[in-house]
């Protein structure tokens, strides 16, 4: 007898006569897919619970006991067992399941969208009866009824595998889905008038073995032979890997790539819907220039005017023409692939030698908060028995897959959740600990937290709270996810916040970006002070000095004061490179004067925003599956962009713009490709080391640049103090929802309605202070500011707080900031009613 | 508007106090919620979903998985003939048969005055007493015609007391006194459940 506390690491299985290595305890189907023999199933899914529904994958093993019929997704692996998956009696049993699975199937393949692509369909040619012996009545549903805005049901066609029900409850926590009657009449629907308003609706179509599931985007647009792919990624902050599809020049789908280190193949509905808007009737497809009638270039001119690029750029040329580089701006660039945004800098920095270069809107974290702390991989939060420690806004609405992976970590991997979000989040109901800091007050939290020092009450939480949620921090490995969760509170507290948790042995944070990549932005030097590779301008003039002939002499300005110069007039050239500062800056009308107020503003863009309509001059950029490059997440993790159609009319990629306008002002930056850029960068940066192009390109993976410590972290020296809110007030949480009047949601047909009206929400409890109808308009003052808004009840809002989403239609909780403050106190006068 | 009324909803929170995790109440609920209106309603199965916490599509997938729970509206009194092989040989179509002539309405439907309606169920295990029925899930055996016309009087009449209307489970409500309940204090003190922990689900 071995040991029973050693681990048995490795054991050997025979299967189909071959002995196999496999994990202990691994999933048998899994393990015969890792030897290389293929299991047919349906239910199956390696990124959910297994049920055994389907009883596709049933095969014969021997366990020492003689053989039996077993389905190899319900069994572990153990020492010696024997498996065959090719005998007479499995084929038999295959051939019998699927003629069950057959027995209500309508068989209409050739008006389905999933025929071509349908396992049921193939795995009946492989394994399944030739014949029917069912002359019997199938049963009738009411065919394709939809289950949400974007997803159709076809109940006669599912074979009731629970992949889509299982993946609702399991993986994101929306049951909205559910098995109803039973026996012969079961079937997958929502509860009456009750559609399933998931974030993550999409994959359900993705996972479903079947063509019962189908999206609207993409119902009978195309077959699957007639699809064209390329494996990609998308550029939000997490970049989550993609395969994009398309047909005749058009892309018609996206599906999620399963890569172990990111999305496991999931996507929310705005990513894998937002494809849409990359097509729409509205994308920018010439350049734009101001001007008045007869498409008249016209300085001054009341609209914008169709153009050719040697006529805008020669607007633009010599708008730059010997022009003070203190005078030149550039904001934005998160949109961009890294090998943009490196041509972008180069241009700015390395040739018009201007430094007021970034990337941030005001509302992202500082540079030295995202490029200096000791970083952690989303793997690497999810080992058994970590503490997550989330000082960040739902992640269920901004960030789609970490909230699936942190879900999953809760759930299933051992890991504990300490919560320390504005609101209850989507994950709140998973966490070991969810607590609701006031705005402003997660220093002092976060110090108490850490330091075992606990006061009877700090931020509106009990010491007794506080206590409870100090204990997890012992003992267990710390990661801190942190974010800007609201733009209600200053970045200070954040930071106090994080000095805090420093405290720690070993604790390693995962800040995030509110834009696509901002962390490349930040890598390709896009911020002032930097330049690519995590240089900064004193460190980094010697490595690039021979190749960038015009360093800037002294570090820019941030944003604000880009801004605010803009609008004082102190800037010539103004560039918004993928950048709307007036829907997107905290200050609306700094943003806008400054636009106003700058000599030329040009715009690189795809969509016409409010800032883009504001311009002189308007690029047309080409969008993310029109370009080669890579992208960089949260994590630093580099993975492949890759062109999949062409774009639009006379539009370019975002590099080729700056290498033209380089050209015309007499320098030459020597890009003509992404390759050209990566071979460049690579060759200076020693972040990004010796990185070839192919090095990550076959890599589901990607690959991580690690370079902590280069540009330090700036911890606080004096913690904020606390700023108890008064009896009369509330303290503001400006959020941000999935869906909102972003450009993308709102270009894409899928997702324009889902974005909902502007409302305060408040919980129960201060509602009744109130004393009035839900849905009233009241007016909402902070300082001299105020908007006008409807009340909604919605109970994840702590007391004493009041939560609005930024960037819906309606009132604009921007317009309630203050100048300088750290967090925004509010009243709610319910007798005004404008 | 068919919502848990206040006095049921004082006896849901009281059901719902009883067990250890809110959940577990949900089908003592649906009996309430059938109980109160005779089906379980649309707007019911809402209402419990607040209060177990849980959505209405889980309500319903519990709710519809079960045969006794009627989404659709019954009788005052659901009348199920049996006709399992026992009393299929005994008459148990002649009973079916006269329960269609003689109440004037078909398999499934309900009487013009909302008190009856009847319908031809599998075995109900009772093969010694064949045919027999079951008026609201109470037995009564060895049915011929006339007994059935006596027992559709009786209950027109309201002589026959001890059958109480559809959806009621039982004349006397359960009363679980307080040490006897699990409750959700004392899970935390005994040992906990694997699944619980599993399934993070408190």
């Known amino acids: 007898m071995s040991n029973p506390s050693e681990e048995i690491d490795e054991v050997s299985v025979i299967i189909d006569g071959q002995e196999v290595h496999v994990k202990a305890g691994e999933i048998l189907i899994d393990a015969c897919e890792s030897a290389g023999v293929d299991i047919p199933r349906f239910c199956y899914h390696k990124r959910m619970s297994q049920v055994g529904m389907c009883r596709m994958c049933i095969v014969e093993v021997d366990t020492g006991r003689g053989s039996s019929l077993q389905p190899s997704c319900m069994m572990n692996v153990s020492e010696g067992m024997v498996v065959d998956t090719q005998s007479e009696l499995t084929k038999k049993v295959q051939d019998g399941v699927l003629e069950f699975l057959l027995l209500n199937h309508p068989l209409d393949c050739p008006v389905c969208d999933k025929g071509g692509e349908c396992p049921l369909q193939d795995q009946t040619m492989a394994y399944g009866p030739g014949e029917t012996r069912f002359v019997e009545e199938k049963r009738h549903f009411e065919k394709p009824i939809p289950i949400n805005e974007n997803v159709f049901l076809d109940r006669e066609r599912c074979i009731l595998c629970d992949r889509c029900t299982r993946f609702a409850d399991e993986v994101v926590g929306d049951p909205l889905i559910q098995f109803i009657d039973r026996g012969n009449s079961t079937q997958v629907n929502t509860f009456p008038e009750d559609p399933f308003a998931s974030y993550f609706s999409g994959n359900i179509v993705q996972i479903c073995p079947v063509g019962a599931l189908t999206a609207k985007s993409y119902r009978f647009k195309a077959r699957p032979w007639d699809l064209e792919e390329i494996e990609s990624t998308y550029p939000n902050p997490l970049g989550d890997r993609i395969v994009v599809q398309s047909s005749r020049d058009q892309v018609l789908r996206l599906q999620g790539l399963d890569s172990e280190a990111v999305n496991w193949g999931w996507l929310s509905d705005k990513d894998r819907f937002s494809f849409e808007a990359f097509q729409s009737e509205y994308r920018l497809d010439s350049p734009l220039v101001r001007g008045g009638g007869l498409n008249k270039a016209e300085k001054g001119g009341a609209g914008l005017v169709a153009s050719s690029w040697a006529g805008a750029l020669s607007i633009v040329t010599d708008s730059l023409k010997d022009v003070n580089p203190d005078r030149v701006a550039f904001l934005g660039g998160a949109r961009l692939t890294n090998e943009s945004q490196y041509a972008w800098t180069k241009l700015a920095k390395g040739v018009l030698g201007t430094d007021h270069v970034s990337a941030d809107l005001g509302d992202e974290l500082p540079a030295h908060v995202l490029l200096g702390l000791p970083r952690a991989t989303i793997s690497e939060l999810c080992q058994p028995n970590n503490t997550i420690v989330l000082l960040t806004s739902d992640l269920k609405e901004e960030y789609g897959t970490l909230f699936i992976r942190l879900r999953h970590a809760a759930k299933a991997q051992g890991v504990n959740i300490v919560e320390l979000s504005p609101t209850r989040t989507g994950l709140s109901n998973v966490a070991a600990v969810s607590l609701h800091p006031l705005p402003g007050e997660i220093g002092n939290v976060a110090e108490a937290l850490v330091t075992g020092d606990i006061p009877r009450e700090v931020g509106g939480i009990t010491g007794e709270e506080i206590a409870n949620a100090h204990e997890y921090l012992q003992n267990s490995n710390v990661f801190v996810v942190v974010n800007r969760s609201s733009i209600g509170q200053s970045t200070t507290p954040i930071i106090d916040a994080i000095t805090s948790f420093q405290k720690l042995d070993n604790c390693r944070f995962l800040p995030l970006v509110r834009r696509g990549n901002t962390m490349g932005a930040l890598d390709m030097g896009m911020s002032p002070g930097l330049l690519p590779g995590r240089n900064t301008l004193s460190s980094g003039s010697a490595v690039f000095s021979d190749i960038w002939p015009n360093l800037p002499a002294k570090e820019g300005a941030d944003t604000k004061q880009i801004l605010q110069n803009a609008a004082d007039g102190k800037i010539d050239t103004l560039f918004l490179i993928g950048a709307d500062p007036i829907s997107d800056f905290p200050d609306r009308s700094l943003a806008k004067s400054a636009i106003q107020n700058a000599g030329t503003v040009v715009s690189v863009d795809l969509f016409v925003t409010p800032s883009v309509y504001e311009s002189d001059v308007v690029l047309p950029a080409a969008s993310f599956l029109e370009v080669n490059g890579s992208h960089t997440n949260v994590e630093g993790r580099i993975t492949p962009i890759r062109q999949k159609v062409t774009a639009p009319g006379t539009s370019r990629p975002d590099w080729m713009i700056a290498s033209e306008i380089a050209y015309l002002l007499g320098h030459n930056l020597n890009i003509d490709t992404p390759e050209d850029v990566w071979n460049e960068m690579t060759s200076r940066s020693a972040v990004h080391g010796n990185l070839g192009y192919p090095h990550f390109d076959n890599d589901q993976n990607g690959h991580l640049i690690t370079a902590t410590g280069r540009i330090p972290f700036l911890p606080s020296q004096e913690r904020l103090e606390s700023r108890p809110v008064d009896s009369y007030a509330m303290r503001l949480i400006i959020g941000k929802r999935m869906f909102d009047h972003g450009t993308i949601t709102q270009m894409s047909a899928s997702l324009r309605s889902l974005a909902e009206a502007s409302q305060l929400r408040i919980n129960q409890y201060d509602f009744e202070r109130l004393g009035i109808d839900e849905g009233t308009k009241v007016q909402v003052t902070s300082g001299d500011r105020d908007i006008s808004v409807t009340v909604k009840i919605d109970d994840r809002v702590p007391r004493s707080c009041a939560l609005i989403y930024a960037n819906l239609d309606g009132a604009d909780p921007r317009e309630l900031l203050n100048e300088g403050s750290h967090s925004i106190d509010i009243r709610i006068d319910p007798t005004v009613r404008a | ?202």
């Open chain 2, 1 to 202: 508007m068919s919502r848990l009324n206040e006095e049921n909803l004082r006896i849901a929170r009281q059901i719902i106090s009883a067990y250890p995790k809110k959940k577990s109440a949900l089908i003592p609920l649906l009996h309430l919620a059938q109980e109160q209106n005779g089906l379980v309603t649309n707007e019911a199965m809402t209402h419990i979903a607040e209060l177990v916490d849980v959505t209405p599509a889980e309500v319903l997938g519990t709710c519809s998985f079960y045969e006794m729970f009627k989404r659709h509206p019954v009788g005052e009194y659901q009348i199920n003939i049996c006709h399992g092989i026992s009393c299929h040989l005994l008459g148990a179509e002649d009973v079916l048969e006269h329960a269609e002539s003689s109440l004037g309405v078909k398999e499934g439907e309900i009487t013009q005055d909302g008190k009856f309606s009847f319908e031809g169920v599998e075995c109900i295990a009772a093969c010694t007493e064949a045919p027999c029925l079951q008026v609201n899930y109470r037995y009564i055996n060895k049915v011929n015609a006339d007994e059935f016309d006596q027992l559709i009087d009786d209950l027109r009449n309201e002589t026959k007391t001890e059958i109480p209307k559809h959806g009621t489970l039982a004349n006397t409500r359960q009363k679980i006194p307080a040490n006897k309940a699990a409750g959700p204090a004392q899970v935390e003190e005994s040992s906990r459940p694997i699944w619980l922990k599993r399934n993070k689900e408190e």
